[in-house]
């Protein structure tokens, strides 16, 4: 079974660019077919997809937030990554990583979830 | 506000049956299918039910969910404590071209 672990600072000053590393054990990130999603929720309220980087590093973003993010793979290390940049408190949440993400493809694994406080 | 509309919360006894509504437009659930993920209390969302009505391995057969047009259900029979949750249903949406979430219904177990 798949497992996923995000880490990263908990805490980000605004303006800043808030980096996030999800470490994927159980299978690999570039064989499968698989796509690999961010989706982060608000304090509180419900969930909003970030993005994904498919098994080959094509890469798509929400359109909402697409001029700030930035997600990439380290297949070595058997990772992925978020960058989201000029970050503001709306931006305080708690993100996870998913595998899926395509049209068709469900997110049927998630991390436990690592929450991001964007404060001065 | 989030594109697809769910009831805030919603309630049942043990061993009831409860049903978790999900609606919104004909470019994300009326073209798409619509998956339903269960959170549990300080947890990450767990996937229930994709393509409209599939199982994953291991979710009990007292979940089911259904489709018709571009509206959508999740029901939950045989009602356990262990299923006081929150709820949330999700599809693509081809007009936004990305996932759609509903708000959440948070169910409670009387």
Do not use: M
Not at chain 1, 67 to 92: C, E, G, H, Y
Not at chain 2, 33 to 38: D, E, G, K, P
Request: net charge negative.
């Amino acid at each position: 079974q798949v497992q996923l672990q995000e880490s990263g600072p908990g805490l980000v000053k605004p303006s800043q660019t808030l980096s996030l590393t999800c470490t994927v054990s159980g299978g690999s990130i570039s064989n499968g077919g698989y796509y690999w999603s961010w989706i982060r929720q608000h304090p509180g309220r419900g969930l909003e997809w970030i993005g994904y980087i498919s098994y080959s590093g094509s890469t798509y973003y929400n359109p909402s937030l697409k001029s700030r993010i930035t997600i990439s793979a380290d297949t070595s290390k058997n990772q992925f990554s978020l960058n989201l940049s000029s970050v503001t408190a709306a931006d305080t949440a708690v993100y996870y990583c998913a595998r899926g993400g395509d049209y068709d493809d469900p997110f049927d694994q998630w991390g436990q979830g690592t929450l991001a406080t964007v404060s001065s | 506000q989030s594109v697809l509309t769910q009831p805030p919360s919603a309630s049942g006894t043990p061993g009831q049956r409860v049903t978790i509504s999900c609606s919104a437009s004909s470019s994300n659930i009326g073209n798409n299918a619509v998956n339903w993920f269960q959170q549990l209390p300080g947890a990450a969302p767990k996937l229930l039910i994709f393509d409209n009505d599939q199982r994953p391995s291991g979710v009990p057969d007292r979940f089911s969910g259904s489709k018709s047009g571009t509206s959508a259900s999740l029901a939950i029979s045989g009602l356990q404590s262990e299923d006081e949750a929150d709820y949330y249903c999700a599809a693509w949406d081809d007009r936004l071209n990305g996932w759609v979430f509903g708000g959440g219904t948070k169910l409670t177990v009387l």
